[in-house]
């Protein structure tokens, strides 16, 4: 198993551009999560997926949009890039069962808005 | 006040040297985590616990639930547990399943 995996590893935008950053896990977990992680600061939830064709706002979705059109894929679009979007961003996913709720993470994406 | 709270920032150490490292958090959780970040970006986790303690090698990790606490051991140190570490818990009741995380820890080991 390959695990959570992302692309890409490292992108430069200039303000105004549009990306995805993709995320794809083979675990078939149903949740599915994007986190931004920024210096001296703790991981921040962007959006998350309950299952294909669910999602939700987390606590910092503003200038994101996201999509869950099958279980294995969580694509997080930035439509107009700011400078306040550089960033790493850490794709997540899980299978809640109960207590048991172990999250595995992507390899992360070093994001640099110019 | 962040709802996790992770002491010390920054930690060097000496290679042997017993290193602790604390979690405080105020809100009901399931579950606390322990997560282990590299350079390089990578996060790994490392312990999920909800009461007591478990041991995994050289690592301990406890839990206090009245205390709403947590500590990570690391005995015997060595240069390459050099990482930041991570706290985070999940939310008591939360059906979302994300985590709420701590600033980290940042680790360094010298030989």
């Known amino acids: 198993n390959a695990g959570v995996t992302q692309t890409p590893k490292f992108r430069i935008l200039k303000i105004g551009q549009s990306m995805t950053l993709q995320c794809t896990q083979d675990?078939?977990?149903?949740?599915m999560y994007w986190y931004r992680q920024d210096p001296g600061m703790g991981l921040k939830l962007i959006y998350y997926s309950v299952g294909a064709g669910i999602t939700d706002k987390g606590e910092v979705p503003n200038g994101y949009n996201v999509s869950r059109s099958t279980t294995e894929d969580f694509p997080l679009r930035l439509e107009l890039a700011a400078p306040s979007q550089t960033s790493v961003y850490f794709c997540a996913s899980n299978q809640l069962a109960g207590l048991y709720n172990e999250q595995f993470f992507g390899p992360g994406t070093r994001l640099t808005v110019l | 006040k962040n709802e996790v709270e992770q002491s010390p920032q920054n930690l060097t150490a000496q290679e042997g040297e017993f290193i602790t490292i604390n979690c405080s958090y105020s809100v009901g959780i399931s579950a606390l985590h322990w997560l282990q970040q590299h350079p390089g970006g990578g996060i790994v986790s490392l312990f999920m616990?909800?009461?007591g303690k478990k041991k995994h090698g050289r690592l301990i990790a406890t839990i206090n639930i009245q205390e709403k606490h947590s500590s990570l051991h690391i005995t015997a140190s060595h240069p390459r547990d050099s990482a930041v570490y991570i706290c985070?818990?999940?939310?008591?009741?939360?059906?979302?399943?994300?985590?709420?995380f701590g600033k980290g820890t940042k680790l360094s080991v010298k030989p």
């Open positions: 985070a818990v999940s939310l008591y009741g939360g059906s979302q399943g994300n985590l709420i």
């Open positions: 616990l909800s009461s």
């Open positions: 675990m078939n977990h149903n949740y």
